[in-house]
């Protein structure tokens, strides 16, 4: 997959009108997901269709459940079949992840990567739990997912913000030697884009999003709020990232 000479703008987006909002304002790239609040799980079929009509690349996110990457065999799956499903719906590819007590769960990887039956296959943060807490090499985490046929990565860094884990980023970039996308994202604001385009980073990925008041949600229906994208926050990032140029 040939690598951005510029690096791209990926909205997080979560709901249908986000995805009219991206687009309309600059976005090169959706991640597609449902349910950021808990860091994002797999969008309906209905909202990966919808997606496809806006003319903007999108890649969903695969994930059956919020907390930890660890999966029983009934869930990864789910997940294969939810990959295909993605790229039955016309997806760019696609972005999953999932860890053992070790490191990368590879055996997990691999069936996904196969379900996806030659599509762009992206790894999600999970590689922050090892880049951050478990302390692994950049260079080491590279290696593992080139060797699973991993074609991107999206990640802070191990650090909690993006921004805060530049150099981690910028050493993942020289360790993929083009052969790996590198998408910076993790609690990004879009003051963020330039020092995180300086990186190197071939993406950067955020939601450019703001609470939005969607009526009263009753007793079953959790906050009466949702975080959507905004303009506003597409515009900054889109300016922020163009002000950044080519990569060097």
Excluded: K
Excluded at 46 to 73: C, K, N, S, W
Excluded at 112 to 139: F, K, M, Q, T
Excluded at 198 to 209: K, M, Q, T
């Amino acid at each position: 997959m040939p690598l951005p000479t510029t690096p791209l703008l990926e909205i997080a987006v979560q709901d249908v009108e986000s995805g009219h909002v991206a687009r309309e304002h600059g976005a090169d790239r959706f991640e597609l997901c449902q349910a950021l609040g808990v860091g994002g799980l797999t969008p309906s079929r209905g909202l990966m269709e919808h997606a496809a009509t806006l003319g903007v690349p999108f890649r969903p996110l695969i994930r059956p459940r919020a907390g930890g990457f660890q999966y029983t065999d009934a869930e990864v799956a789910v997940m294969a079949r939810d990959v295909e499903i993605a790229l039955d719906c016309g997806a760019a590819g696609v972005v999953v992840g999932a860890l053992s007590e070790t490191g990368l769960d590879t055996a997990t990887l691999r069936t996904l990567v196969a379900a996806a039956a030659g599509a762009p296959v992206i790894v999600h943060r999970c590689v922050d739990v090892l880049l951050g807490a478990w302390g692994a090499e950049p260079s080491e985490v590279v290696g593992q997912l080139l060797d699973l046929g991993v074609v991107g990565v999206l990640s802070s860094g191990g650090a909690a913000r993006a921004v805060e884990g530049t150099d981690v980023i910028a050493d993942m970039v020289a360790a993929g030697a083009g052969a790996l996308e590198v998408i910076a994202g993790g609690g990004v604001q879009p003051g963020d884009m330039q020092q995180l385009a300086a990186s190197g980073a071939h993406a950067v990925h955020l939601s450019a999003g703001a609470p939005a008041e969607a009526g009263p949600a009753g007793p079953g229906g959790g906050q009466d709020e949702f975080t959507t994208t905004t303009a506003t926050g597409v515009i900054a990032a889109r300016t922020g990232l163009d002000a950044r140029g080519s990569l060097n």
